[in-house]
């Protein structure tokens, strides 16, 4: 599968207390949202479809630029590095991981190319990874600043049986680590994917608020014209959805990576697996993390960008 044809998209404000955590809480302070529902979707990847216009780098506006020049076109993801840019227009970077559950999906259309459908058919452990710039008016430029800047499990992308309470993703857990200096430290809390402490929006619930907000969503604030961007991309019908960062734990909340770091992000089944063996693994041979077919391990080294 050729990762570079899909569109990307994350959810923003889909677990309770991560934003306020990232301190991305007052980027939505004027977007009306439903109670417990997430704030809104921001694209972090848009291939170019050709001869489409693409939109300026604010957002969806009237103005366009040449095929290939908006920083969307750049594809993000690694299974295995991150680069660490040092500073973003003479701004410390401030990387911090974002452990997250991504979708692999199938979108569909109807003939005025509004989605109709999303079939969540895989799922991997993803990584957000964000800088924190004050200056970002949108989310996607604090979600794509380059190549090797995101992190996707792609070599361990886990079959989803069905996206609803019968399927496996009702006993997933998502962990996040940083190894620095050979210790391995718990950076985002330990978190289910499904129930009252997991993801606030779940299952047909999640499909049918994406399906509205590809179709309706607007460029105000921080988000943008999802519609305007899937037209871009040639109406694509695959796509890779990050479905929301769990939260921090302290360290995870105050600790930013630097290079030499291992960022890293474990999808698991409960039944299965448990932290104890999960973090021994880590330390010692990650193969067994990686063979299981219950567990998805993205692992990433930090590096200075070239």
């Known amino acids: 599968m050729d990762l570079q044809t899909l569109i990307g998209f994350g959810v923003a404000g889909n677990f309770t207390g991560h934003l306020e955590q990232a301190g991305e809480a007052s980027d ?8 417990g529902a997430p704030k809104g979707v921001f694209p972090f990847y848009v291939p170019q479809a050709q001869d489409n216009p693409t939109p300026q780098a604010e957002g969806c ?9 908006h920083f ?12 660490h840019p040092g500073d973003i227009q003479g701004q410390a970077a401030n990387l911090q991981i974002e452990p997250e559950l991504a979708l692999l999906c199938e979108l569909s259309y109807d003939d005025a190319q509004q989605v109709t459908a999303i079939r ?10 964000s800088t924190r710039r004050p200056d970002a008016t949108k ?16 070599d361990q992308w886990l079959l989803l049986d069905s996206f609803d309470e019968a399927g496996i993703l009702q006993h997933f857990r998502v962990a996040c680590y940083l190894l620095r200096d050979g210790e391995l430290h718990t950076y985002g809390e330990d978190s289910p994917v499904a129930g ?5 929006y779940m299952y047909q619930q999640l499909l049918d608020w994406l399906i509205e907000r590809f179709n309706t969503q607007q460029d105000e604030g921080p988000l943008e014209d999802l519609a305007q961007w899937l037209a871009v991309a040639g109406h694509p019908h695959r796509a890779v959805i990050s479905i929301g960062a769990t939260r921090y734990t302290e360290l995870g909340e105050t600790t930013f990576l ?32 990686r063979e299981a077919a219950t567990c998805s391990l993205l692992r990433q080294r930090v590096i200075a960008r070239p």
């Not at 969540?120 to 990874?129: F, G, R």
């Not at 009252?196 to 606030?200: A, C, E, K, L, R």
């Open 61 to 69: 506006g009237a103005q366009r630029q040449s095929p290939g020049s």
């Open 139 to 154: 989310i996607s430029q604090k979600k794509n600043w380059g190549p090797n800047t995101k992190g996707l499990a792609s």
């Open 196 to 200: 009252p402490d997991g993801y606030g």
């Open 72 to 83: 969307l076109h750049t594809f993000p993801l690694s299974p295995d590095t991150i680069e």
């Open 28 to 35: 939505f302070v004027n977007i009306q949202a439903a109670a």
């Open 120 to 129: 969540p058919t895989h799922c991997a452990a993803y990584n957000d990874c």
């Open 258 to 289: 630097q290079p030499g770091d291992d960022s890293i992000v474990v999808a698991y089944d409960q039944r299965l697996h448990n932290t104890a063996g999960i973090e021994a693994a880590l330390m010692k041979n990650d193969l067994p993390l």
